[in-house]
């Protein structure tokens, strides 16, 4: 049975990406959480990567693997089948007492037979050797690829530290290198003026932390840093690893999978507490989804989205 262990960010993430790598669903596999992430202290420093061990079930899993080494095990069975007629050796025994049978009848003369079975196995010993050649070539073809070697993060424009984008930049750059983590800090400015800063270089995930609740910790300080003093307000948005695209993702499916657990059962059912962000992404996936409406309970850091089932116009009628 196929067994791997994957890292990442988050639990979800790590699953994902051993799903995708076996190339199989997640009815397949027996998912084993070894190791939950760890957001730190204070969801900036010491965080850790969630770890699971995906195992798969199916019974065409053992049928690969003997696919995969069916060319060893032949090789196996060969060296075997070669070794069966280089077993003279017990012929050699019996020849031994044919030396004294000599002295007593010499016309019979048996030393001839006696020598052409021993150049026998010496000329199959030779013809097997090229034999075991292919199981060598075999063993070549299994060993491990090298580890590619990690790309580094593409040198980012130094902007003007007068301006908000120059300014974002460089107070991210000293708090990412404060964290011992080495970025580049790319900013763009989008039509309707918002900032969007992308830190290149968190290869281990520090920067987003459980639920990417460092990234947002950074994006408010760095929000409060360049707003202070100002009547405007400008927002910023921070991102690292492409992780806001695959985190919308991954809620989106959340969203869908809860809202037809919804359905099925017509009662309620209650997500996770979340931040503002991602409630708005579940809120918006589910807005044209006319079996079920959505809302908002408890107060932060605990709110989070209730999704109720519609009454249908046969249960309308049933209730009035």
């Known amino acids: 049975m196929r067994s791997i262990e994957m890292t990442a960010k988050t ?67 060969e060296e075997e089948k070669a070794a069966e007629p280089a077993q003279p050796a017990p012929q050699k025994a019996e020849a031994r007492p044919a030396k004294p049978a000599q002295k007593k009848a010499a016309p019979r003369k048996k030393e001839p037979k006696a020598e052409e079975p021993k150049a ?73 003026g918002f900032l969007h800063a992308d830190l290149q270089g968190d290869t281990s995930g520090i920067l987003i932390g459980r639920r990417g609740e460092t990234l947002d910790a950074l994006q408010h300080l760095t929000s409060l840093y360049i707003n202070k003093g100002k009547s405007d307000y400008t927002r910023i948005t921070l991102d690292t690893e492409n992780y806001r695209a695959r985190r919308e993702d991954t809620l989106i499916r959340l ?43 408890g107060e932060e850091p605990n709110r989070h989205i209730v999704i109720t089932p519609r009454k249908q116009p046969a249960q309308r009628e049933q209730a009035e």
């Open 255 to 297: 969203a869908n999978r809860y809202a037809n657990r919804a359905v099925k059962t017509g009662r309620r059912v209650s997500v996770e507490p979340m931040n503002p962000y991602e409630r708005r992404i579940m809120h918006s996936a589910l807005q044209e989804n006319e079996m079920v409406d959505t809302h908002s309970e």
């Open 120 to 192: 026998e196995p010496a000329e199959k010993k030779a013809a097997e050797k090229p034999e075991k050649q292919p199981a060598k070539k075999a063993e070549k073809k299994a060993e491990p690829k090298k580890a590619e070697p990690k790309k580094e993060a593409a040198p980012a424009e130094i902007l003007d530290p007068s301006t908000l984008a120059g300014k974002a930049q460089d107070f991210l750059s000293n708090v990412t290198r404060l964290m011992g983590v080495e970025t580049q800090v790319h900013m763009k400015t989008d039509e309707e």
């Open 11 to 77: 639990t979800e993430d790590a699953i994902s990406a051993g799903l995708e790598q076996l190339g199989v669903s997640l009815s397949d596999v027996k998912v084993e959480i070894v190791e939950e992430g760890s957001k730190g202290l204070f969801g900036l420093f010491g965080s850790r990567l969630a770890k699971v061990r995906l195992t798969v079930t199916e019974e065409d899993a053992e049928d690969e693997v003997h696919e995969i080494f069916a060319n060893s095990l032949n090789g196996t069975e």
